[in-house]
């Protein structure tokens, strides 16, 4: 059953991936530790880093969560972070997501339940907050919101039960669906590893993401649904689709987050993108990431966006 909390006052609006930020809930690495054994990770680019020694380091989290913080507020971008609590919570995104003006709570994976004592002190700001029954699976990642429109990321094959890397499910669409009833919910199936990064999108952010006013970057391969990537390219047209490969997409190439439509941060080292943002005049913000992809999640899974400036068009 659907919960609607009522508490104090803070105003939240999100109808756009692109339109100007206001507010946004980061995430934190300071109480970030290494996992007892593999069976502690959920995603195949944490598992791979883990067994070849390669986990991140805490301190260099830190260095580059700073910067991305650093960044956000010379932009102009009002910062929260996740409350401190016993655990890794790099990822915010994860957690949740907000809609128009309500701020919807995660039905994340048991393991990770954990992670959402980091929102108790923004969520006693917030009017609207919808709570999914646990059932109904979903995580930020996989929702993105274009003005109308709601793209949902899902995994609907029969062994979703065994599919670690599955995070959104079916019914927490139909529900979001029957609550957003001004809006047209697109689901958008996405094919899953659990042992091999080329060839999962952990969530539709990995693959899909809006920039700018009308175009996206897009990983074809990614999508299991063939009708449903059609859609997608027709919404937004072929000519303002940057195509990604399925390793760039390991690699996080569509994990960028965008501050307005004309201001974008990416990872400095994914020069080909880079290049394309310059061409269709973006400015681009560059910071090394690389050790928070370590973890299978670049600039949007970090950022909880909680009010842009609301998109009319």
């Known amino acids: 059953m659907i919960q609607v909390f009522q ?71 009002i910062v929260h972070e996740l409350d401190i609590v016993n655990t890794n919570q790099i990822f915010s995104r994860d957690l949740g997501f907000v809609i128009d003006d309500k701020f919807f709570l995660s039905s994340i994976i048991p393991d990770r339940e954990h992670e959402l004592k980091g929102l108790k002190s923004i969520l006693k700001n917030i009017n609207n907050i919808v709570r999914l029954p646990k059932s109904a699976h979903i995580e930020g990642g996989d929702v993105v919101v274009d003005k109308n429109h709601v793209f949902i990321g899902y995994y609907g094959k029969n062994d979703y039960k065994n599919q670690i890397t599955a995070r959104t499910n079916k019914k927490a669409i139909r529900i979001i669906r029957d609550k957003l009833k001004n809006k047209e919910i697109f689901p958008i199936e996405l094919i899953k590893s659990s042992t091999k990064p ?49 390793k760039e997409m390991s690699r996080l190439y569509c994990n960028f987050f965008s501050i307005n439509e004309n201001t974008v941060i990416t990872d400095k080292r994914f020069t080909r993108l880079i290049r394309w943002f310059d061409e269709i005049g973006m400015k681009v913000e560059k910071i090394d990431f690389s050790e928070i992809s370590k973890l299978g999640g670049l600039f949007r899974c970090c950022t909880l966006p909680l009010k842009r400036e609301k998109n009319k068009k």
């Open 7 to 77: 508490s104090l006052n803070m105003n939240i609006q999100i109808n756009s991936e692109t339109s100007s930020l206001k507010e946004v809930l980061i995430g934190n690495s300071y109480n970030f530790k290494s996992p007892l054994n593999f069976r502690d990770l959920y995603d195949p680019t944490s598992l791979i880093n883990y067994l070849k020694g390669r986990y991140p380091i805490k301190f260099r989290l830190q260095n580059q969560l700073s910067k991305l913080k650093k960044t956000l507020i010379k932009n102009g971008v």
């Open 198 to 246: 080329t060839i999962n999108a952990l969530h539709l952010d990995c693959c899909f993401q809006p920039v700018s006013k009308n175009k996206a970057v897009i990983c074809k391969e990614a999508f299991a649904n063939k009708i449903e990537l059609n859609f997608l390219i027709s919404y937004f047209g072929e000519q303002n689709i940057f195509e990604v490969t399925l």
